[in-house]
């Protein structure tokens, strides 16, 4: 077996593979929000499927930055046209982190900045903000500023936000929202987080 046939394996290679197609192609807006765990890692699944599909895509992170994660490296092994670029200075307030309130917010509006300017370049299919709605919640970035750029993307980009605290205005706009609901963590069994798992 090639290494190429050990990465997907179908059990049962008789049955037809059909591939749909939708009549009407529409850009959603997905929304990733709640306590629970999962919310990078959905949008994650959905950068993969993504590249699976050829589609060109964005991942800025406006949170992270300061400790390293496994989508970092894991990328750039997928044979796909996916760039992630985290802006952020760490969790505001929270973890020991040292960097004052006003660097966070500078931070978190080059993210934004960088956001619009992917956004309006037209070039993607799907742009990931992650942890945005943990940046308003903040008001390391305003309310106002994320409503005009979910209001200003292209017809057919797909735009996800995840991070927990999301706004009632941004829920409103989405196609799509989710609330990760948390029932057990290992985090509050004082399990610290794991790779490949948490980070």
Same mark, same amino acid.
């Given at each position: 077996m090639t290494y190429d046939e050990r990465k997907m394996t179908r059990l049962n290679p008789q049955l037809p593979m059909t591939t749909l197609a939708p009549k009407k192609r529409i850009g959603l807006v997905v929304v990733l929000t709640g306590y629970g765990k999962g919310k990078t890692s959905s949008a994650m699944g959905m950068v993969l499927r993504a590249c699976g599909h050829g *589609? /060109?895509?964005?991942? +800025?992170? #406006? *949170? &992270?930055? @300061? +400790? #390293?994660?496994?989508?970092?490296?894991?990328? /750039? &092994?997928? @044979?796909? @046209?996916?760039?992630?670029v985290a802006t952020g200075m760490g969790f505001c307030g929270i973890q020991g982190n040292p960097y004052p309130r006003a660097s966070h917010r500078e931070a978190a509006q080059r993210a934004l900045g960088l956001a619009k300017e992917r956004i309006g370049s037209n070039g993607y299919d799907l +742009?990931?903000?992650?942890? +945005?709605?943990?940046?308003?919640?903040? /008001?390391?970035? @305003?309310?106002e500023q994320a409503v005009e750029l979910i209001r200003g993307k292209p017809r057919l980009l797909h735009l996800i936000l995840t991070g927990r605290d999301a706004a009632p205005e941004i829920i409103a706009l989405a196609d799509t929202a989710s609330e990760v609901q948390e029932i057990v963590?290992?985090?509050? &069994?004082d399990i610290e987080p794991q790779p490949g798992v948490d980070f």
């Open positions: *589609m /060109k895509v964005c991942v +800025i992170q #406006f *949170m &992270k930055g @300061d +400790i #390293f994660t496994g989508e970092w490296e894991g990328v /750039k &092994k997928l @044979d796909c @046209d996916v760039e992630i +742009i990931v903000l992650d942890e +945005i709605n943990n940046a308003i919640h903040l /008001k390391l970035v @305003d309310l963590h290992a985090y509050r &069994k």
